[in-house]
Protein backbone atom coordinates (compact mmCIF):
# COMPACT_ATOMS: atom_id res chain seq x y z
CA UNK A 1 0.00 0.00 0.00
CA UNK A 2 1.39 3.62 -0.96
CA UNK A 3 1.40 6.18 1.59
CA UNK A 4 -0.99 8.40 0.19
CA UNK A 5 -3.50 4.97 -0.06
CA UNK A 6 -2.64 4.62 3.80
CA UNK A 7 -3.23 7.97 4.65
CA UNK A 8 -6.56 8.77 2.74
CA UNK A 9 -7.93 5.78 4.48
CA UNK A 10 -6.85 6.87 7.94
CA UNK A 11 -9.21 10.14 6.85
CA UNK A 12 -12.20 8.08 6.44
CA UNK A 13 -11.76 6.05 9.19
CA UNK A 14 -11.26 9.03 11.83
CA UNK A 15 -12.53 12.02 10.42
CA UNK A 16 -16.08 11.18 10.64
CA UNK A 17 -16.18 10.31 14.49
CA UNK A 18 -14.43 13.19 15.15
CA UNK A 19 -16.67 15.50 13.43
CA UNK A 20 -19.31 13.89 15.47
CA UNK A 21 -17.90 14.13 18.67
CA UNK A 22 -16.60 17.87 18.29
CA UNK A 23 -20.21 18.85 16.81
CA UNK A 24 -21.25 17.57 20.62
CA UNK A 25 -18.70 19.48 22.75
CA UNK A 26 -19.60 22.77 21.19
CA UNK A 27 -17.24 25.52 22.33
CA UNK A 28 -14.71 25.41 25.24
CA UNK A 29 -11.66 24.57 26.75
CA UNK A 30 -12.35 20.81 26.20
CA UNK A 31 -12.86 21.33 22.46
CA UNK A 32 -9.56 22.94 22.31
CA UNK A 33 -7.53 20.37 23.97
CA UNK A 34 -9.10 17.98 21.78
CA UNK A 35 -7.83 19.47 18.37
CA UNK A 36 -3.89 19.54 19.93
CA UNK A 37 -4.40 16.29 20.64
CA UNK A 38 -6.10 15.56 17.46
CA UNK A 39 -3.31 17.91 15.71
CA UNK A 40 -0.71 15.56 17.16
CA UNK A 41 -2.23 12.30 16.63
CA UNK A 42 -2.28 13.41 13.29
CA UNK A 43 1.63 14.74 12.58
CA UNK A 44 2.74 11.62 14.68
CA UNK A 45 0.76 9.32 12.17
CA UNK A 46 2.12 11.45 9.03
CA UNK A 47 5.64 11.23 10.60
CA UNK A 48 5.03 7.36 10.86
CA UNK A 49 3.92 6.72 7.49
CA UNK A 50 6.60 8.28 6.09
CA UNK A 51 9.30 6.71 8.37
CA UNK A 52 7.95 3.37 7.17
CA UNK A 53 7.53 4.18 3.52
CA UNK A 54 11.22 5.16 3.35
CA UNK A 55 12.25 1.83 4.80
CA UNK A 56 10.12 -0.32 1.95
CA UNK A 57 13.11 0.60 -0.69
CA UNK A 58 12.79 -1.63 -3.93
CA UNK A 59 14.54 -4.47 -3.64
CA UNK A 60 18.25 -4.31 -5.62
CA UNK A 61 18.94 -6.80 -8.17
CA UNK A 62 22.39 -7.68 -7.19
CA UNK A 63 23.47 -9.58 -10.40
CA UNK A 64 23.10 -6.93 -12.75
CA UNK A 65 26.29 -5.72 -13.91
CA UNK A 66 27.70 -9.12 -13.22
CA UNK A 67 28.80 -11.44 -15.86
CA UNK A 68 29.10 -15.43 -15.41
CA UNK A 69 31.75 -17.34 -17.69
CA UNK A 70 31.41 -20.95 -17.61
CA UNK A 71 33.93 -22.83 -20.01
CA UNK A 72 36.83 -22.71 -21.60
CA UNK A 73 39.59 -19.42 -22.67
CA UNK A 74 41.67 -18.87 -25.23
CA UNK A 75 45.34 -20.74 -24.80
CA UNK A 76 43.86 -23.05 -21.72
CA UNK A 77 44.50 -26.80 -21.62
CA UNK A 78 41.47 -29.00 -22.82
CA UNK A 79 42.45 -31.91 -20.70
CA UNK A 80 42.98 -29.53 -17.24
CA UNK A 81 39.58 -28.49 -18.00
CA UNK A 82 37.61 -32.16 -18.00
CA UNK A 83 39.45 -32.89 -15.21
CA UNK A 84 38.45 -29.97 -12.96
CA UNK A 85 35.46 -30.15 -14.26
CA UNK A 86 34.96 -33.87 -12.70
CA UNK A 87 36.66 -32.11 -9.58
CA UNK A 88 33.79 -29.87 -9.32
CA UNK A 89 30.47 -32.02 -9.79
CA UNK A 90 32.87 -35.08 -7.52
CA UNK A 91 32.84 -31.97 -4.87
CA UNK A 92 28.72 -31.02 -5.34
CA UNK A 93 28.00 -34.71 -4.97
CA UNK A 94 30.29 -35.04 -1.86
CA UNK A 95 28.79 -32.01 -0.14
CA UNK A 96 25.52 -32.29 2.33
CA UNK A 97 22.28 -33.53 1.65
CA UNK A 98 21.40 -29.66 0.69
CA UNK A 99 24.00 -29.11 -2.34
CA UNK A 100 23.66 -32.64 -3.29
CA UNK A 101 20.24 -32.33 -4.00
CA UNK A 102 19.90 -28.51 -5.35
CA UNK A 103 19.84 -28.59 -8.99
CA UNK A 104 22.79 -26.70 -10.86
CA UNK A 105 23.39 -25.43 -13.91
CA UNK A 106 26.05 -26.95 -15.95
CA UNK A 107 27.86 -27.01 -19.18
CA UNK A 108 27.88 -29.98 -21.02
CA UNK A 109 30.20 -30.54 -24.07
CA UNK A 110 30.58 -33.78 -26.63
CA UNK A 111 32.91 -35.85 -27.57
CA UNK A 112 31.77 -35.60 -30.84
CA UNK A 113 28.97 -33.53 -33.22
CA UNK A 114 25.94 -34.84 -32.48
CA UNK A 115 22.34 -34.57 -35.17
CA UNK A 116 19.38 -34.01 -33.06
CA UNK A 117 18.18 -37.00 -32.89
CA UNK A 118 20.37 -38.60 -31.08
CA UNK A 119 20.83 -35.89 -28.01
CA UNK A 120 17.45 -37.56 -26.20
CA UNK A 121 19.51 -40.60 -24.78
CA UNK A 122 22.35 -38.56 -24.13
CA UNK A 123 20.37 -35.48 -22.31
CA UNK A 124 18.13 -37.80 -20.49
CA UNK A 125 17.69 -37.08 -16.90
CA UNK A 126 18.42 -33.21 -16.96
CA UNK A 127 16.14 -30.02 -18.36
CA UNK A 128 17.97 -28.20 -21.14
CA UNK A 129 18.38 -24.72 -21.86
CA UNK A 130 20.16 -24.33 -25.28
CA UNK A 131 22.39 -26.24 -27.28
CA UNK A 132 25.62 -24.79 -29.52
CA UNK A 133 26.10 -26.32 -33.08
CA UNK A 134 28.80 -25.80 -35.83
CA UNK A 135 29.10 -27.41 -39.21
CA UNK A 136 32.23 -28.77 -39.03
CA UNK A 137 34.54 -28.61 -41.94
CA UNK A 138 38.21 -29.03 -41.95
CA UNK A 139 40.58 -26.18 -42.04
CA UNK A 140 37.30 -23.51 -42.31
CA UNK A 141 35.80 -21.48 -39.55
CA UNK A 142 32.26 -22.20 -39.64
CA UNK A 143 29.67 -20.24 -37.32
CA UNK A 144 28.71 -21.01 -33.91
CA UNK A 145 24.94 -21.14 -33.46
CA UNK A 146 23.27 -20.77 -30.52
CA UNK A 147 19.86 -22.30 -30.26
CA UNK A 148 16.86 -22.44 -26.99
CA UNK A 149 15.83 -26.09 -27.16
CA UNK A 150 12.91 -26.59 -24.79
CA UNK A 151 11.77 -29.70 -26.49
CA UNK A 152 14.42 -32.45 -27.65
CA UNK A 153 14.81 -33.01 -30.13
CA UNK A 154 12.32 -30.83 -32.20
CA UNK A 155 12.96 -27.48 -30.55
CA UNK A 156 16.91 -28.53 -32.08
CA UNK A 157 15.62 -29.37 -35.51
CA UNK A 158 13.16 -26.60 -36.05
CA UNK A 159 16.27 -24.12 -35.08
CA UNK A 160 18.22 -25.79 -37.56
CA UNK A 161 15.37 -25.27 -40.37
CA UNK A 162 15.39 -21.19 -38.89
CA UNK A 163 19.26 -21.11 -39.43
CA UNK A 164 19.22 -22.63 -43.27
CA UNK A 165 16.86 -19.88 -44.19
CA UNK A 166 19.12 -17.29 -42.39
CA UNK A 167 21.79 -19.17 -44.62
CA UNK A 168 20.02 -18.96 -47.76
CA UNK A 169 19.94 -15.59 -47.05
CA UNK A 170 23.67 -14.49 -46.59
CA UNK A 171 24.54 -16.53 -50.08
CA UNK A 172 22.56 -14.31 -51.95
CA UNK A 173 24.06 -11.72 -50.10
CA UNK A 174 26.98 -12.31 -50.84
CA UNK A 175 26.61 -13.10 -54.58
CA UNK A 176 24.85 -9.94 -54.41
CA UNK A 177 27.83 -7.69 -53.02
CA UNK A 178 30.10 -9.83 -55.35
CA UNK A 179 28.27 -8.75 -58.67
CA UNK A 180 28.64 -5.47 -57.22
CA UNK A 181 32.31 -4.76 -57.41
CA UNK A 182 33.53 -3.29 -60.38
CA UNK A 183 36.94 -3.37 -61.79
CA UNK A 184 39.45 -5.99 -62.83
CA UNK A 185 42.44 -5.51 -60.74
CA UNK A 186 44.30 -7.01 -58.11
CA UNK A 187 41.90 -5.97 -55.04
CA UNK A 188 38.72 -6.47 -57.22
CA UNK A 189 39.26 -9.69 -57.81
CA UNK A 190 40.34 -10.69 -54.61
CA UNK A 191 37.13 -9.17 -52.92
CA UNK A 192 35.42 -10.79 -55.06
CA UNK A 193 37.06 -14.31 -54.34
CA UNK A 194 35.64 -13.60 -50.94
CA UNK A 195 32.83 -12.94 -51.16
CA UNK A 196 32.44 -16.22 -53.43
CA UNK A 197 33.92 -18.30 -50.43
CA UNK A 198 31.67 -16.63 -48.01
CA UNK A 199 28.71 -17.42 -50.22
CA UNK A 200 30.09 -20.94 -50.88
CA UNK A 201 30.51 -21.70 -47.15
CA UNK A 202 26.93 -20.15 -46.33
CA UNK A 203 25.41 -22.87 -49.09
CA UNK A 204 27.16 -25.79 -47.43
CA UNK A 205 25.73 -24.99 -43.88
CA UNK A 206 22.45 -24.32 -45.30
CA UNK A 207 22.33 -27.66 -46.92
CA UNK A 208 23.43 -29.19 -43.85
CA UNK A 209 21.48 -27.57 -41.52
CA UNK A 210 18.16 -28.11 -43.50
CA UNK A 211 18.86 -31.63 -43.80
CA UNK A 212 19.29 -31.85 -39.86
CA UNK A 213 23.54 -32.49 -39.45
CA UNK A 214 25.03 -33.95 -36.93
CA UNK A 215 26.72 -30.57 -35.60
CA UNK A 216 25.42 -30.10 -31.73
CA UNK A 217 28.41 -30.04 -29.93
CA UNK A 218 27.26 -28.99 -25.98
CA UNK A 219 24.37 -28.06 -24.33
CA UNK A 220 23.46 -26.02 -21.35
CA UNK A 221 21.46 -28.18 -18.68
CA UNK A 222 19.95 -28.26 -15.34
CA UNK A 223 19.61 -31.18 -13.03
CA UNK A 224 20.79 -32.37 -9.65
CA UNK A 225 24.52 -33.13 -9.12
CA UNK A 226 23.77 -37.19 -9.43
CA UNK A 227 21.87 -36.70 -12.95
CA UNK A 228 24.61 -34.85 -14.19
CA UNK A 229 26.86 -37.31 -12.41
CA UNK A 230 24.96 -40.17 -15.00
CA UNK A 231 25.15 -37.75 -18.08
CA UNK A 232 28.79 -37.45 -17.73
CA UNK A 233 29.58 -41.31 -17.55
CA UNK A 234 27.87 -41.28 -20.78
CA UNK A 235 30.27 -42.43 -24.21
CA UNK A 236 28.95 -38.99 -25.75
CA UNK A 237 30.27 -36.97 -23.13
CA UNK A 238 33.61 -35.33 -22.68
CA UNK A 239 33.11 -33.38 -19.59
CA UNK A 240 29.97 -31.89 -17.35
CA UNK A 241 31.06 -28.46 -16.02
CA UNK A 242 28.87 -27.75 -12.76
CA UNK A 243 28.25 -24.05 -12.36
CA UNK A 244 26.17 -23.68 -9.25
CA UNK A 245 27.26 -19.84 -9.33
CA UNK A 246 25.01 -19.00 -11.92
CA UNK A 247 21.72 -17.65 -11.04
CA UNK A 248 20.80 -15.93 -14.11
CA UNK A 249 21.32 -17.29 -17.63
CA UNK A 250 21.13 -14.09 -19.30
CA UNK A 251 23.84 -12.74 -17.05
CA UNK A 252 26.17 -15.67 -18.23
CA UNK A 253 28.61 -16.60 -21.32
CA UNK A 254 28.97 -19.88 -22.25
CA UNK A 255 32.05 -21.70 -24.41
CA UNK A 256 32.08 -25.07 -25.25
CA UNK A 257 35.52 -26.87 -26.25
CA UNK A 258 34.95 -27.73 -29.56
CA UNK A 259 35.10 -31.68 -30.15
CA UNK A 260 38.01 -30.84 -32.01
CA UNK A 261 40.39 -29.14 -29.92
CA UNK A 262 41.94 -31.47 -27.91
CA UNK A 263 45.13 -30.16 -25.91
CA UNK A 264 44.81 -26.35 -25.90
CA UNK A 265 42.15 -23.65 -27.23
CA UNK A 266 43.96 -21.74 -30.26
CA UNK A 267 42.16 -20.68 -33.78
CA UNK A 268 41.94 -22.87 -36.49
CA UNK A 269 43.97 -21.75 -39.59
CA UNK A 270 41.09 -20.56 -42.57
CA UNK A 271 42.22 -22.64 -45.42
CA UNK A 272 38.73 -22.12 -47.28
CA UNK A 273 39.62 -18.40 -47.60
CA UNK A 274 41.93 -16.04 -50.11
CA UNK A 275 45.31 -15.22 -49.10
CA UNK A 276 45.05 -11.65 -47.76
CA UNK A 277 46.26 -9.63 -51.21
CA UNK A 278 46.14 -5.99 -52.74
CA UNK A 279 45.57 -4.40 -49.43
CA UNK A 280 42.88 -7.28 -48.24
CA UNK A 281 43.31 -8.51 -44.24
CA UNK A 282 41.99 -9.94 -41.73
CA UNK A 283 39.62 -13.07 -41.65
CA UNK A 284 36.44 -13.97 -42.82
CA UNK A 285 33.43 -13.05 -41.41
CA UNK A 286 29.38 -13.23 -42.46
CA UNK A 287 26.92 -11.05 -42.34
CA UNK A 288 25.92 -11.82 -39.22
CA UNK A 289 29.15 -10.89 -36.92
CA UNK A 290 33.37 -10.84 -36.79
CA UNK A 291 35.67 -13.28 -37.49
CA UNK A 292 38.75 -14.09 -36.10
CA UNK A 293 41.79 -12.13 -37.39
CA UNK A 294 44.91 -13.88 -36.27
CA UNK A 295 45.16 -15.21 -32.54
CA UNK A 296 42.42 -13.47 -31.68
CA UNK A 297 39.51 -15.60 -30.92
CA UNK A 298 35.74 -14.95 -32.23
CA UNK A 299 33.32 -13.82 -29.81
CA UNK A 300 30.41 -13.76 -32.26
CA UNK A 301 27.55 -16.42 -32.10
CA UNK A 302 23.96 -16.43 -32.96
CA UNK A 303 20.63 -17.17 -31.27
CA UNK A 304 18.27 -18.70 -33.22
CA UNK A 305 14.78 -17.02 -32.12
CA UNK A 306 12.17 -18.96 -29.98
CA UNK A 307 8.77 -18.61 -30.11
CA UNK A 308 7.74 -19.97 -26.69
CA UNK A 309 6.81 -18.52 -23.49
CA UNK A 310 10.15 -16.79 -22.24
CA UNK A 311 10.84 -16.15 -18.66
CA UNK A 312 14.92 -15.69 -18.15
CA UNK A 313 16.36 -14.20 -21.61
CA UNK A 314 19.24 -15.85 -22.45
CA UNK A 315 22.66 -13.54 -23.03
CA UNK A 316 24.54 -13.79 -26.88
CA UNK A 317 27.90 -15.39 -25.04
CA UNK A 318 31.15 -14.96 -26.59
CA UNK A 319 31.55 -17.95 -29.57
CA UNK A 320 34.41 -20.88 -28.18
CA UNK A 321 37.59 -19.13 -28.74
CA UNK A 322 39.40 -20.16 -31.89
CA UNK A 323 36.57 -20.32 -33.94
CA UNK A 324 34.95 -17.59 -36.38
CA UNK A 325 32.16 -17.08 -38.39
CA UNK A 326 32.29 -17.18 -42.08
CA UNK A 327 32.21 -14.28 -45.41
CA UNK A 328 34.59 -11.85 -46.19
CA UNK A 329 35.64 -8.86 -44.08
CA UNK A 330 36.56 -5.29 -45.36
CA UNK A 331 39.55 -4.15 -44.49
CA UNK A 332 39.85 -0.41 -45.18
CA UNK A 333 41.15 1.25 -47.48
CA UNK A 334 38.16 -0.40 -49.52
CA UNK A 335 38.85 -1.06 -53.89
CA UNK A 336 38.03 2.43 -55.75
CA UNK A 337 36.95 1.93 -59.22
CA UNK A 338 34.21 4.05 -61.79
CA UNK A 339 31.63 2.83 -59.00
CA UNK A 340 33.43 2.04 -55.62
CA UNK A 341 31.43 -0.60 -54.02
CA UNK A 342 31.22 -0.18 -50.12
CA UNK A 343 30.35 -2.93 -48.72
CA UNK A 344 29.49 -2.57 -44.39
CA UNK A 345 32.07 -3.20 -42.24
CA UNK A 346 31.09 -5.24 -38.80
CA UNK A 347 32.35 -4.40 -35.40
CA UNK A 348 33.61 -7.02 -32.90
CA UNK A 349 30.88 -6.59 -30.00
CA UNK A 350 32.67 -6.23 -26.72
CA UNK A 351 32.93 -9.24 -25.24
CA UNK A 352 30.10 -10.98 -23.59
CA UNK A 353 27.53 -8.47 -24.95
CA UNK A 354 24.91 -9.81 -27.23
CA UNK A 355 25.50 -9.58 -30.94
CA UNK A 356 22.19 -10.50 -31.93
CA UNK A 357 19.63 -8.92 -29.45
CA UNK A 358 16.82 -11.56 -29.91
CA UNK A 359 15.13 -12.85 -26.34
CA UNK A 360 15.20 -16.47 -25.66
CA UNK A 361 13.91 -18.66 -22.56
CA UNK A 362 15.64 -20.66 -20.07
CA UNK A 363 12.71 -22.22 -19.51
CA UNK A 364 14.08 -25.79 -18.71
CA UNK A 365 12.58 -28.64 -21.08
CA UNK A 366 13.87 -32.35 -20.28
CA UNK A 367 14.28 -34.99 -22.56
CA UNK A 368 11.63 -37.92 -22.94
CA UNK A 369 10.06 -39.41 -19.66
CA UNK A 370 10.62 -35.94 -18.29
CA UNK A 371 8.29 -33.30 -17.99
CA UNK A 372 8.16 -31.39 -21.11
CA UNK A 373 8.47 -27.41 -21.91
CA UNK A 374 6.08 -25.14 -23.75
CA UNK A 375 4.07 -27.26 -26.30
CA UNK A 376 4.12 -24.53 -28.57
CA UNK A 377 7.65 -23.44 -28.33
CA UNK A 378 10.04 -22.79 -30.63
CA UNK A 379 14.07 -22.98 -30.03
Known sequence: M?????????????????ARGMARLGHGRLRLRLLTTVALLSSAAVLVTAVWAADRRPAVDQTVGEVTRVGVTQGQSIPGYVESSRGELRALLAAGPDESSRQTYALVTMSAYLAPDRLTPVLTGVSVSEVFSRLWRPGTQTQIVRIPAFRIPEDVVAGMLRVAERKDQEVRDYQERGAAVIGDGTPERDLRQWYESGAQVASEEATAYRAGCSCVYAAVVRGEPAALERIAARSEIRAVDPAPEVQRLDRTVFTPPLPEQVDVVRPPADASMPAAGGGLTGQPTGPGGPGAPGDEPARTTTTVPSTGAATDPLPEPEATPGVGTTGPDFPDPLPTGENPVDPPTFEDPEPGRPSVDVPSAEVPS??????????????
Do not use: F, K
Open 2 to 18: RPGDLLRQLDRQLLPPL
Open 366 to 379: TTSGLPSGPTDGEP
